[in-house]
């Protein structure tokens, strides 16, 4: 009897592992209209908190690139001293320490006409307040939050569930 307790303590742990969503929320910058000009990415950004473990998808044209840049070359809009780049048309950038990202397009006054973007990132649990985030999919029906389980914690948590039942 008590074996069985066991086992099924270890296969509920293993469950809450499994489906128990992590808290992080992954942002699509621009929501539909992506990362382009004649976006106010000030605006987008207004209604968002943004927590460590988050992430933003920039989706955008392979005519424009994404770099991250120090408070300065944002301000200035100054390219070429990026601390990040990218132009594959699909960056996701993970937000892994608190303090505010900068992030603008590289291409020759693109800056300059709005695209670009501060990002204050909160340290603490990542994002789980009903900021209605945009996904990384184009479907509307899709859902903000991302189902980020560790799979290697999925197969040891499985692996001493089983062991734990077979010793029982």
């Not at 460590?52 to 944002?74: C, I, K, R």
């Not at 996701?92 to 397009?105: E, N, W």
């Given at each position: 009897m008590g074996s069985s307790n066991v086992a099924m303590t270890c296969l509920s742990l293993v469950l809450c592992m499994v489906f128990v969503p992590s808290l992080a929320t992954v942002y699509t910058v621009g929501d539909t209209s992506g990362w382009t000009t004649g976006?106010?990415?000030?605006?987008?950004?207004?209604?968002?908190?943004?927590?460590?473990?988050?992430?933003?998808?920039?989706?955008?044209?392979?005519?424009?690139?994404?770099?991250?840049?120090?408070?300065?070359?944002?301000?200035?809009?100054?390219?070429?001293?990026?601390?990040?780049?990218?132009?594959?048309?699909?960056?996701?950038?993970?937000?892994?320490?608190?303090?505010?990202?900068?992030?603008?397009?590289?291409?020759?006054?693109?800056?300059?006409?709005?695209?670009?973007?501060?990002?204050k990132v909160e340290s603490g649990s990542p994002s789980s307040s009903g900021d209605k985030p945009s996904t990384t999919t184009k479907s509307p029906a899709d859902t903000s939050s991302s189902w980020n389980v560790s799979p290697f914690m999925v197969v040891v948590i499985t692996w001493v569930a089983l062991f734990v039942m077979v010793i029982s």
């Open positions: 976006v106010d990415y000030t605006v987008w950004t207004k209604d968002k908190t943004f927590k460590v473990g988050d992430s933003l998808v920039f989706n955008y044209p392979t005519s424009h690139t994404v770099d991250e840049v120090s408070s300065g070359d944002y301000s200035s809009c100054t390219v070429g001293n990026s601390i990040t780049t990218d132009n594959t048309g699909a960056t996701t950038v993970a937000l892994k320490t608190a303090g505010t990202h900068y992030f603008i397009c590289g291409v020759l006054g693109h800056c300059g006409n709005g695209m670009k973007l501060a990002v």
